[in-house]
């Protein structure tokens, strides 16, 4: 009775171990998602309705900083200018983390993210590696660098 006792807290044990590793970084997750998210809406939005410059930079205010909001509104001006079919971002996912690391700033996070895009040929998805820089102020989160690594 007791070797059974032993071995079910033995076995409860592990699997919680195991379940709470599925939540350890479930806060990051849902912060990037919803910043990058937000991201694919607003240009999105940019792309395929009205084209305003000050409306867009306002808007990606809210959501980034540093190089990335400098970067996003410099590409999405030359995209305006010069007109061209490429593909739709639909929405994105955090596939795997591989590394995070907390710093005074915010975090800076090594993941895989999982795209669903759509183009000439339907819909489809697309995995790629990014090193994201997120910086906290205020208590709000922004994204700050966007780094594909392959």
């Known amino acids: 009775m007791k070797k059974r006792f032993i ?5 409860t044990m592990f699997f ?3 379940s709470i590793g599925g939540l350890e ?4 997750i849902t912060s990037i998602e919803y910043l990058l998210n937000q991201r694919i809406e607003i240009m999105n939005e940019f792309l395929y309705g009205y084209k305003d410059m000050d ?3 306002e808007k990606l205010m809210n959501i980034e900083k540093d190089k990335l909001l ?7 001006q030359k995209i305006a200018d010069n007109p061209t079919d490429f593909e739709l971002a639909m929405s994105v996912k955090v596939d795997k ?3 995070l690391k907390r710093t005074e700033e ?5 993941v895989d993210l ?5 183009g000439y040929d339907g819909e489809f998805n697309m995995v790629r590696n990014y090193d994201i820089k997120c910086i906290e102020e205020d208590k709000q989160m922004y994204l700050a660098s966007l780094i594909i690594q392959d």
């Open 97 to 99: 983390i591989h590394s």
């Open 7 to 11: 071995y079910l807290m033995i076995f």
């Open 70 to 76: 400098d970067n996003d509104t410099d590409i999405l």
């Open 55 to 57: 409306s867009l930079k």
């Open 25 to 28: 970084y479930h806060q990051e």
């Open 114 to 118: 999982n795209w669903q895009m759509s």
């Open 16 to 18: 919680s171990y195991i």
């Open 106 to 110: 915010g975090i800076n996070i090594n």
